[in-house]
């Protein structure tokens, strides 16, 4: 996996010709492009086209061909398309065949040069014949033209900055900000009430006003630094019409599932460098290891050991992870993560995020590939992805018994509401139950984007300051859900709709998110083969029925996979990839809470009000309320304002951050 940084200059607003310009720009660029490193830390490159005003730059993780035949940007035998590509494509093998059946000649073995000939020979058609994960931008100098794409579930990142002036893209916002020192990025506030919202920020929007995400599925076409031409060349399948299967027998999707499994287990097992995998002794990790065996028999393991704290009250991972590689035979690596790996890595996390996500489990991402870097590691596979696509989140259990629950009168579902509300939210069992009874009013969509969310939305509301409230009283939170859902087709189910959000939303911009940047930080790629296109395809035809269950989520992934593993595995209790943020807060973290959020710190921001802030913590501490997440929320967004607003200057300095 790499990095990837680009600019498109409007040639009518720049004088580019004087060697003063030149020079001056090239030593901004490479500053820029080293700020990215980390993501490819075997190499970096850039190409110049000063009179096109296109400019691109790389850095180099080697996993395809590891000679010097891969390094970027690539250009073309005869030069007319240059490439500068994050990702794997997995059938590049099969599309390397054809293109050579049309006359094409490699230079490498390599699937960059395969996407670029692809190009060549398809135009923007290409990208719906790609299987794989990638962010990448293509120079076609015969139509003076920049394709800029990202693939279909938005596995790997793409940000943009675009004015009257040019077009800048990269793997990561703070290349962008390295490369415009001299425009003015402000704070998108209406985007940082969608953080404390979700934890993560649906759709587009980033920290800032003047950068965007890349939507997935979608291809950019650039010309002298403006947009000219957007193309979709993926979209989830809620979103058009989708077939489910019907009077289809068990045997026969289990059958179907098992091929689709093992095909996409296999076919990223692709790699000159090593691979080994994530393995919480889960359904998910665990399923993806026993396939990925069958490839190589030795694959090395690594896990999580939260240093014997529950994670606040989910199922402790360890011993599960310790039992499924013991059945498989496999290796296993063991990071340990405490309190104090947060508190000195928490800074660092957010710097390498790009986005204040309001979730710790970012760093165990990051604990794992450094150790696996350090074993000789390339590549991870994970198993993200499969509560995505066929369930296993309390709220698909819930989402499934709601209309069972609108059966009950409103008004003693009110009640139930109001009495949950004030159980001690310190009790597992208690915390659950007034998340579940939380918004019983609510119907259709209202109540399918209800379940996402992290804090009641009045008392949120409470947190700001009148100036930040009023600010953005006229922008919901929740608009971009909103506005996917009404894309979805007329028969879609409520499940059908809400694993949309979480393929569309939850998984882009919050798991992904984080697997991607937290693993290339540690000089790692990550993939992710539950999210597999042919996969995510097969999975949306599956029955509601056979997802989930009643009580039971993934029920058909799990009756295939009691072909290949113990039941102590597959039914074992549901557990999340975190941490005990709840325990830390109240006890190792306290002080550090004091720091980001004492009066002084966001009298200073203008966006929180301080004495609902300590308020919130004091109720949170009683077990009155339940706001562990959106407290760390608060945390990590004055440290990302700290970062990216009060220190811009010293960029470079906060990504030398030690560990």
């Known amino acids: 996996m790499c990095g990837i940084l680009g600019i498109s200059i409007n040639p009518r607003l720049n004088n580019r010709s004087s060697s003063e310009f030149k020079k001056k720009f090239v030593e901004r660029f490479e500053a820029s492009n080293s700020m990215l490193t980390h993501r490819g830390p075997d190499g970096s490159g850039s190409e110049y086209f000063f009179d096109e005003g296109i400019f691109l730059g790389h850095t180099r993780l080697s996993i395809q061909d590891l000679t010097s035949a891969g390094a970027q940007p690539m250009k073309s035998e005869s030069e007319k398309l240059v490439i500068t590509f994050n990702g794997e494509i997995y059938n590049f093998l099969t599309l390397k065949s054809k293109l050579e059946i049309l006359g094409y000649v490699f230079s490498s073995n390599t699937d960059t040069e395969v996407i670029m000939y692809l190009y060549a020979e398809y135009g923007l058609d290409c990208f719906e014949m790609v299987d794989g994960i990638f962010a990448l931008a293509i120079f076609d100098r015969i139509k003076n033209n920049l394709i800029v794409a990202r693939d279909g579930m938005g596995i790997k990142p793409l940000y943009y900055y675009y004015d009257e002036t040019q077009f800048t893209f990269s793997s990561e916002i703070k290349a962008i900000e390295r490369v415009l020192v001299d425009k003015t990025l402000t704070l998108q506030k209406s985007n940082i009430n969608r953080y404390l919202t979700f934890q993560w920020c649906p759709g587009e929007g980033t920290p800032f006003k003047e950068i965007k995400k890349q939507n997935p599925g979608e291809a950019l076409v650039i010309k002298k630094g403006e947009i000219i031409d957007r193309k979709i060349f993926y979209e989830l399948p809620i979103v058009r019409p989708h077939k489910k299967k019907t009077n289809v027998s068990v045997k026969d999707v289990v059958a179907g599932l098992d091929a689709n499994l093992r095909k996409a287990v296999h076919d990223q097992m692709l790699s000159d460098a090593p691979v080994g995998a994530f393995l919480s002794g889960g359904l998910d990790s665990t399923s993806i290891v026993a396939f990925a065996k069958e490839i190589d028999p030795t694959i090395t ?28 035979n496999v290796p296993l ?327």
């Open 301 to 328: 393991c690594f896990t999580i050991d939260t240093q014997g704290y529950s994670n606040d009250g989910m199922t402790d991972d360890l011993p599960y992870a310790r039992a499924a590689a013991k059945y498989l």
């Open 333 to 659: 690596e063991v990071v340990e993560v405490d309190s104090d790996c947060l508190i000195k890595n928490l800074e660092k996390m957010v710097w390498m995020l790009d986005e204040p996500l309001g979730d710790p489990a970012p760093l165990n991402v990051f604990y794992i590939s450094e150790l696996a870097k350090k074993r000789g590691m390339k590549v991870l596979l994970s198993g993200a992805g499969g509560d995505d696509i066929f369930t296993g989140y309390r709220r698909h259990q819930a989402i499934i018994y709601d209309k069972k629950l609108q059966m009950i009168p409103k008004c003693i579902l009110s009640g139930l509401e109001k009495l949950t509300g004030k159980l001690d939210k310190r009790v597992t069992l208690f915390r659950r139950l007034a998340k579940l009874f939380s918004g019983t009013s609510l119907t259709g969509d209202d109540k399918i984007i209800n379940y996402f969310k992290w804090i009641d939305q009045g008392l949120l509301s409470s947190l700001y300051t009148n100036a930040f409230r009023q600010e953005i009283a006229n922008d919901l939170a929740d608009k971009p859900m909103f506005d996917f859902l009404k894309t979805a087709h007329c028969d879609s189910t409520d499940l059908d709709r809400m694993l949309a959000l979480e393929q569309r939303f939850f998984t882009t911009d919050h798991n992904l998110t984080y697997t991607d940047k937290m693993s290339m930080a540690a000089g790692v790629e990550v993939r992710v083969p539950l999210l597999a296109k042919d996969l995510v395809e097969f999975a949306a035809s599956i029955p509601d029925v056979l997802k989930q269950k009643g009580g039971e989520g993934k029920w058909i992934f799990k009756k295939t996979m009691e072909a290949y593993l113990p039941n102590e595995i597959i039914y074992r209790s549901k557990t999340g990839f975190g941490a005990p943020l709840r325990h830390w807060l109240k006890v190792e973290l306290s002080d550090y809470v004091e720091d980001l959020l004492g009066h002084s710190s966001l009298a200073a921001r203008g966006l929180f009000d301080s004495q609902r802030v300590r308020k919130l913590v004091a109720d949170n501490h009683s077990g009155n309320i339940d706001a562990s997440y959106t407290i760390f929320s608060l945390m990590c967004i004055e440290i990302w304002c700290r970062q990216h607003l009060d220190l811009a200057p010293t960029l470079t300095n906060i990504s030398q951050m030690s560990d």
